[in-house]
């Protein structure tokens, strides 16, 4: 009998450069019947990432050397298990793993790389669960001892990351102050970061020209600071720490180095470091903390305490217009929907 | 009976401001008589440390209004013991106190104050025992597990604690790599450098130029860095790392903020963090450790495994030489010798 195969659009690129040019729209042939322990799943969803524009480029710290099919995270649905699988038809289902295709229609995933994920889980935030959410509890909760009622500080407040957290100190009882970049129409963005449950929220300049009084009037030092930024960001929301407190970064989006003053090091007694969530669950003997994690970021995200962000949807034939856009707006996340029945503009 | 008193000169400033001119000399009267558990010391020697200069400018996290009595650290001579003092007349001893009046020919100090020197330790370094020596230990010692053999790196390696940290990787069998700013005849300095110890001498330039091939020379990577400097120099230590490594910071010597990249903190999960040795010892908790690494220190002084840097002794009369030396020229440290008999230079 000859194995039978479906076929499978797909965005990949044969090689490094700039993603505007080097990816493609390419067919690719699927085999129709997983085998014992492999599921066939139809990605249903999957962001474009600044990581994955870094993976094209070449400029990821794993090169991994084309031809590859775009995407680091996303979400699918298994069509057929195969006749060893624990997985179900119907079931949701993400992959953990540097180098798994998402930005494809379909794809055969062995069990062992498969994670379930909870069907009440909202397509946008099941595609993006694995990268931010899990960045913001791990930051939350595997560092400093935060009681109810203690503050955490963060730069990059509207980012992926920096709204997960504002979610999870409101559900967890911390107070958060929130530092973002002046814009025009600060004041939406801040209604909107209000809205999510931020307790504070301050443009870089405010805070520079505020910080003192501000922190006199909560009468506290957060213990907690979370950048995503680097360079004076960093600096600024490192050097109102209380004595001993901690400042995790986990990322670099100024592109500049992250900045520390002697005073907040060596007198205030602070401690500096990273995290790369990709890295945390892969290190040895964090497997069960990582699962841990994960429950109970799907517990969040069930319940409606984490939500999505601003998501814009296109269709993975219009991944093009997902990748420039990425570009030129990068408040608004570019989503690309590869579900069979959505996989075409014409029929979002 | 009448309290009998000495004369004491003594350099002091009756308000912040320049060194240069707001240190005066004064005279004191000193009571001649201990009481039951105190001792009269004849001061010998205390250096001119940076610290000594950022207090009097009213610049250093710690303010005492004057008027004050200058100097931070120093050794004297125990004249006369109280009648229940635990030291005996002849005694050398130091004073661990942020407030301390080592810039005077006499005092007399509480024995609950004064730690005993060992007095086969040279004055010159017994004068700069209790910051830089206890400094480089503890950053060797409390932070990181080392073997015979692993790497430390280092820039400020010709400071006072760069050359322990020189001396005693040497006594502790760890390899040390050291970075210094180049400067006219860099090859004197990098002789002195390799005499008391160090495995390695690079200038910055010469340690960017070439760090990638010496790194594979060795084929190892520090697991610790020390940060005397800042600014970019505490990125180029920190980035060669090995994963997990920590940098320790104990200056700003460049007066600009600690740097460390993204990749150095999210990919390699460094740890930054600080030390200041008086706030470090006085922490709850450490005081047992404390007089442990006193103990070692000594023993490494007495033993002549660490010496002193390279100083300028200068009598007590003459400490306008000394201050105003102190800024013109860094890279030789200036001693004030203050010893009853020395404390006028015409007997220097």
């Not at 004041?187 to 009084?213: C, M, N, P, Y």
């Not at 490192?238 to 990322?251: P, W």
Request: aromatic share 8%.
């Amino acid at each position: 009998m000859s194995q039978k195969f479906i076929n499978s659009h797909a965005v990949v690129y044969k090689k490094f450069g700039d993603p505007r040019k080097v990816l493609e729209l390419d067919t690719l042939k699927i085999p129709a019947e997983p085998e014992k322990e492999q599921c066939l799943i139809e990605w249903l969803a999957s962001p474009v990432n600044p990581l994955d524009i870094n993976r094209v480029e070449g400029n990821y710290a794993f090169r991994e050397e084309p031809p590859v099919i775009g995407g680091t995270e996303g979400v699918g649905r298994v069509v057929k298990a195969g006749p060893n699988s624990r997985f179900r038809a119907g079931d949701h289902v993400t992959v953990f793993s540097a180098t798994t295709p998402f930005w494809a229609e379909y794809g055969v995933i062995d069990d062992d790389e498969l994670v379930k994920v909870d069907n009440r889980i909202p397509v946008e935030l099941a595609a993006t669960l694995m990268i931010n959410p899990p960045t913001a509890w791990l930051m939350l909760n595997d560092y400093v001892k935060l009681e109810k009622g203690d503050y955490v500080i963060q730069n990059a407040a509207n980012s992926g990351v920096g709204r997960n957290v504002i979610e999870m100190c409101k559900a967890f009882g911390y107070k958060s102050i929130n530092i973002v970049r002046n814009r025009d129409n600060i004041d939406i963005l801040k209604t909107d970061l209000w809205k999510i449950g931020a307790d504070h929220v301050f443009t870089e300049e405010e805070f520079k020209e505020g910080s003192r009084k501000f922190l006199k009037s909560i009468n506290a030092r957060p213990k907690l600071a979370l950048n995503g930024v680097g360079g004076k960001s960093a600096l600024q929301i490192s050097s109102v720490l209380e004595k001993g407190g901690t400042c995790i970064t986990y990322g670099g989006m100024s592109k500049k180095a992250h900045e520390f003053t002697t005073s907040a090091l060596v007198f205030n007694d602070i401690i500096a470091r990273g995290i790369s969530v990709g890295m945390w669950a892969r290190q040895e003997g964090n497997l069960d903390a990582w699962n841990h994690c994960m429950q109970e970021v799907q517990k969040l995200a069930v319940s409606g305490k984490i939500t999505a962000i601003p998501m814009e949807k296109v269709a993975l034939s219009d991944f093009k217009k997902a990748i420039n856009r990425s570009y030129d707006d990068r408040t608004v996340k570019q989503l690309l929907i590869m579900g069979g029945k959505n996989a075409t503009s014409s029929r979002l």
